[in-house]
């Protein structure tokens, strides 16, 4: 079982930078996937950027452009960098896994992006 812990939420104001980060309880280099979703009060759980073993990667169209997703095999943690931040960036941000057939979440990191 992998457990994933995400860490790098906050306040930020518009137009600001924030960095994410998730830490998976064991090696990533095995890991066929991972990524984040966020998810409003009311909304379904949204993608918002994922990157396969090989490196392939895939952004969601609102945030093309000014997130990057990237993993550190090394340290096991796959970080999203999120970049001109909007108000509604706002919510909480999750951490997926999927291996050997199995999904697995984190707990959740709260962004808030206000002035």
């Known amino acids: 079982q992998v457990q994933l812990v995400e860490s790098g939420g906050g306040l930020v104001q518009p137009g600001g930078p924030l960095r994410l980060s998730c830490t998976a309880s064991?090696?990533?280099?095995?890991?066929?996937?991972m990524g984040w979703y966020r998810q409003g009060p009311g909304n379904q759980r949204e993608s918002v950027a994922s990157i396969i073993s090989t490196g392939g990667t895939y952004y969601s169209a609102s945030v093309k452009g000014r997130f990057t997703i990237s993993r550190d095999n090394a340290k096991n943690t796959v970080y999203l960098q999120m970049n001109n931040l909007k108000p509604e960036d706002t919510t909480v941000y999750y951490c997926?896994?999927?291996?050997?057939?199995?999904?697995?979440w984190g707990q959740g990191t709260q962004v808030t992006v206000s002035s």
């Open positions: 064991e090696s990533i280099f095995n890991i066929y996937q």
């Open positions: 997926e896994a999927i291996s050997r057939g199995f999904d697995y």
